[in-house]
């Protein structure tokens, strides 16, 4: 699953210490510190090594790291907000889907041409942001030539001059007009460019090879330059134009380069699950693949050069950042060279009563603070009282301990089993000032939790 991050920070990355790289993932994050301190130093050690000379830096490899961890204690939310933080090329894969390829997984190979579709999104952002301004002042131009009647011939008892200005003055009136928005409504003509012939993914022997073949590139004369007409509105035909000369102004080749070495020096890949394909071979069924998944994700952790269609791309430089439960098996299982590719391991502590009150209302998006401002939508005044909030994270609390521990993903089932009357009563509501105490949170989970038959169906 590949996840675009486009937020960015107002600190730049290269000034931020390990100490200030921790302090902005506690804004999102509750606890964890040691795995926010391995993460810290990884990406500060990342900053440190573009300031060496060429020679050594391509020496110094990433420290990869191992989280291990039960599930819902923070181990993706920290890699996402990392990667967020450095404005990095970030890739998320369970290496579950590695397993069968050929048959239900996918080649070892994807996560990295993932990572460079994703490093080129970023760049073409970017580039597209720096020529905004000049695409739309283009579209306007053409727009207005569009708009306008073509000048008329200058008589030869007429003052060229005049007639040129006469014309211009008539096109600032119209572009006026255009950006006051009383054009909205004029229909004009636009000529659409047809879109590229579709591309194809070719299956061959046992795995899926993501190759793509263009046949516009390929026939550059059967495809390139057909058009046709269609009649729009004026907002539309502005869009579409300032899409075109957006694309116009912004140089691929150069695009692709970028993204590459962005994706080579940057790119964060977070393998997930990878306890699930820990275990040696001589089982049967589904515990057999394991070791092989193994070996073929070594390659590309250790380095090596993938083919993608921007280019060639080296991974001796990517920061593999992998997570797992290891509930019923251990780090030590999975084979020697792989352990080997991962030297820091951080162990995440399990969350109880304290971290779930945290977690209900430090944090930025806090899940209180969500809900408070869905409700807002309606017109609901939501008010939480502390009780209500050490009531909330009580109950979370119980049933992680008396059924599976889910950590902090809990808190959702028991946020939203609370708040369901008011969420599907809440638009007919009279009286728009709702307030959620310890009464209330015992009368709606209450019988629940005491049921434990019922509880672990609900929560």
Excluded: C, W
Excluded at 13 to 27: F, G, M, N, S, W
Excluded at 243 to 268: F, H, N, P
Excluded at 365 to 374: F, M
Excluded at 422 to 451: C, Q, W
């Amino acid at each position: 699953m590949a996840i675009y991050l486009p937020e960015t920070t107002q600190t730049s990355t290269e000034a931020l210490t390990p100490r200030q790289i921790v302090a902005e993932l506690d804004k999102y994050v509750i606890g964890q510190a040691r795995a926010k301190r391995a993460v810290a130093i990884a990406l500060r050690n990342r900053t440190r090594r573009q300031k060496l000379s060429p020679e050594l830096a391509e020496e110094i490899a990433p420290k990869n790291i191992l989280m291990i961890g039960p599930t819902g204690v923070g181990k993706t939310e920290i890699a996402r907000r990392l990667a967020r933080l450095a404005q990095s090329p970030f890739v998320k894969v369970e290496a579950s889907k590695f397993t069968e390829v050929g048959y239900v997984g996918r080649d070892v190979e994807s996560m990295v041409r993932d990572l460079t579709e994703l490093g080129v999104d970023m760049v073409r952002e970017e580039r597209l942001e720096e020529v905004r301004v000049k695409a739309a002042q283009n579209a306007e131009e053409r727009l207005l030539d569009i708009l306008l009647p073509p000048p008329r011939p200058i008589a030869p008892d007429e003052d060229a001059g005049d007639a040129r200005e006469q014309q211009q003055q008539t096109r600032e009136r119209f572009r006026e007009q255009l950006r006051a928005g009383r054009l909205d409504n004029r229909v004009v003509d636009i000529d659409v460019r047809e879109k590229s012939f579709p591309s194809f993914e070719i299956v061959s022997g046992s795995s899926v090879e993501e190759v793509d073949i263009n046949l516009k590139d390929m026939l550059p004369g059967l495809f390139q330059g057909k058009t046709k007409k269609r009649r729009v509105k004026v907002p539309e035909a502005l869009e579409y134009l300032t899409q075109e000369e957006e694309q116009k102004l912004i140089d691929m080749d150069s695009i692709a380069r970028t993204a590459v070495e962005r994706v080579e020096q940057a790119g964060i890949i977070f393998i997930d699950e990878i306890d699930k394909i820990a275990g040696r071979e001589g089982g049967h069924g589904p515990d057999v693949s394991r070791e092989g998944v193994q070996r073929d994700i070594l390659p590309i952790i250790e380095g090596t050069t993938v083919n993608t269609k921007y280019g060639m791309v080296r991974t001796d430089h990517i920061l593999f950042i992998a997570a797992g439960a290891f509930h019923v098996s251990k780090p030590s299982d999975l084979i020697p060279e792989l352990q080997g590719r991962f030297p820091i391991r951080v162990e995440l502590e399990a969350l109880g009563k304290d971290e779930f009150v945290r977690i209900l209302t430090e944090p930025r998006s806090a899940l209180v603070k969500q809900y408070i401002a869905l409700m807002d939508t309606e017109g609901i005044n939501l008010v939480f009282t502390v009780d209500a909030i050490d009531r909330i994270a009580d109950f979370a609390t119980i049933v992680n301990d008396r059924t599976e521990n889910i950590g902090a993903r809990r808190l959702h089932t028991v946020m939203e089993k609370l708040l369901d009357e008011i969420s599907f009563e809440g638009p007919d509501l009279a009286d728009k000032h709702v307030t959620i105490d310890g009464d209330y949170v015992s009368r709606m989970l209450a019988d629940i939790v005491k049921n434990e038959d019922l509880s672990r169906y609900i929560l």
